[in-house]
Nanobody
Framework: QVQLVESGGGSVQAGGSLKLSCAAS????????MGWFRQTPGKEREGVAA???????TYRYSVEGRFTISKDNAKNTLYLQMNSLKPEDTAMYYC???????????????WGQGTQVTVSS
């Protein structure tokens, strides 16, 4: 099974950018549909962006045009480029993987431990 480790989180001012990475091990990312999720205390985890094996991407409406998901199968790594960040983007961000096209729902089989993103106004 695949193991996932996120990195790249941090603190940034509103309008700034961050790039999250999710390194996979134990299997190749080319076999998986993958996604990025986020969660704040007291709220449900929500889908942010997802990418299928063929590279087609889906985004949450509130991040479309600001975030870009990509996957480098040669490096076994998933990315999330986040631009024009807003305070409401503050959350713990998780990557996820599944052999099936799950999209933005939470039904992924494999999850990382998360990386914190904090956006100040």
């Amino acid at each position: 099974q695949v193991q996932l480790v996120e990195s790249g989180g941090g603190s940034v001012q509103a309008g700034g950018s961050l790039k999250l990475s999710c390194a996979a091990s134990g299997d190749t990312t080319s076999r998986y549909c993958m996604g990025w999720f986020r969660q704040t205390p007291g709220k449900e985890r929500e889908g942010v962006a997802a990418i299928d094996r063929d590279g087609s991407a889906t985004y949450r409406y509130s991040v479309e045009g600001r975030f870009t998901i990509s996957k480098d199968n040669a490096k076994n790594t998933l990315y999330l480029q986040m631009n024009s960040l807003k305070p409401e983007d503050t959350a713990m961000y998780y990557c996820a993987a599944d052999l099936l096209p799950i999209g933005l729902s939470r039904g992924y089989a494999y999850w990382g431990q998360g990386t914190q993103v904090t956006v100040s106004s």
